[in-house]
């Protein structure tokens, strides 16, 4: 292998914005970041849906659109 080619691989702190906090191994140049939407929060691995309405988007959606997936 070629010597002085590959990136620095350090370990870098990650904050989700539920206040979860972990480890990790970056090759960012960061010591620490934050984001959105982790593992602890997704609805995915929760199994809660959480709906963030903007506006009352998803109100103007159900009364446009409701009755039109109804069985």
């Not at 929760?46 to 009352?56: E, F, H, R, S, Y």
């Not at 009364?63 to 997936?69: A, L, R, V």
Request: aromatic share 12%.
């Amino acid at each position: 292998m070629k010597t002085d080619i590959h990136p620095n691989y350090h370990e870098l702190s990650v904050t989700c914005s539920c206040g979860n906090q972990f480890k990790t191994q970056s090759t960012m140049t960061k010591d620490a970041f934050s984001i959105e939407v982790c593992s602890n929060c997704h609805p995915f691995y929760t199994g809660k849906q959480k709906i963030v309405d903007t506006a009352g988007r998803v109100d103007k959606f159900n009364q446009k659109f409701g009755g039109f997936f109804k069985r």
